[in-house]
T-cell receptor
Framework: QKEVEQDPGPLSVPEGAIVSLNCTYSNSAFQYFMWYRQYSRKGPELLMYTYSSGNKEDGRFTAQVDKSSKYISLFIRDSQPSDSATYLCAMRTSGGYNKLIFGAGTRLAVHP | SQTIHQWPATLVQPVGSPLSLECTVEGTSNPNLYWYRQAAGRGLQLLFYSVGIGQISSEVPQNLSASRPQDRQFILSSKKLLLSDSGFYLC?????????FGSGTQLSVL
């Protein structure tokens, strides 16, 4: 079993839709959770960084962590064609700075 | 502000040829530096990380090596490339406990 599971998609939605992207994990020691956005042939860009459980909002993006279920989500409101990219979740333990574990990424396509 | 430079953007190399990918960071000193590889449809795999000059930790035994000759320079090398070395290589650095990536190098070994 992989430490982090992420549905590869692709996920296709119409412009303006609410998008939900998810990851599950098996290591209960993970404390820090991240979401990256990666455009084709580009390096990943950090979108959201959260610690422990709860929600964090930044503009149209909301990151949610449910440690009891070992489940994290990224919600995108009012999705735009420019949101079309691959979204990677990542996580690590406290102090595990050099041991960031990534999901395989979900491809999202937002069509006009 | 801090920036990371990685080059070249694309590289096509024959099997058995050597490899050298370079990464430099500006605007910070003594950063933790990382090399990742991303195969098509797969997640990011950590190859090497460095916490200082000459200090290299290898995460996966393979045909690659890394060196850090200067504080803000990180180099990924191979003496003889294999077909399986093809992939998207990313340099990254850590700031405020967050990982930031360079633009990547698409390596095709033919």
């Amino acid at each position: 079993q992989k430490e982090v599971e992420q549905d590869p998609g692709p996920l296709s939605v119409p412009e303006g839709a609410i998008v939900s992207l998810n990851c599950t994990y098996s290591n209960s020691a993970f404390q820090y959770f991240m979401w990256y956005r990666q455009y084709s042939r580009k390096g990943p860009e950090l979108l959201m960084y959260t610690y422990s459980s709860g929600n964090k909002e930044d503009g149209r993006f909301t990151a949610q962590v449910d440690k009891s279920s070992k489940y994290i989500s990224l919600f995108i409101r009012d999705s735009q064609p420019s949101d079309s990219a691959t979204y990677l979740c990542a996580m690590r333990t406290s102090g595990g700075y050099n041991k960031l574990i990534f999901g395989a990424g979900t491809r999202l396509a937002v069509h006009p | 502000s801090q920036t990371i430079h990685q080059w070249p953007a694309t590289l096509v190399q024959p099997v058995g040829s050597p490899l050298s990918l370079e990464c430099t960071v500006e605007g910070t000193s003594n950063p933790n530096l990382y090399w990742y590889r991303q195969a098509a449809g797969r997640g990011l795999q950590l190859l090497f990380y460095s916490v200082g000059i000459g200090q290299i930790s290898s995460e996966v035994p393979q045909n690659l090596s890394a060196s850090r000759p200067q504080d803000r320079q990180f180099i990924l090398s191979s003496k003889k490339l294999l077909l399986s070395d093809s992939g998207f290589y990313l340099c990254a650095w850590m700031a405020d406990e967050k990982l930031f990536f360079g633009s990547g190098t698409q390596l095709s070994v033919l």
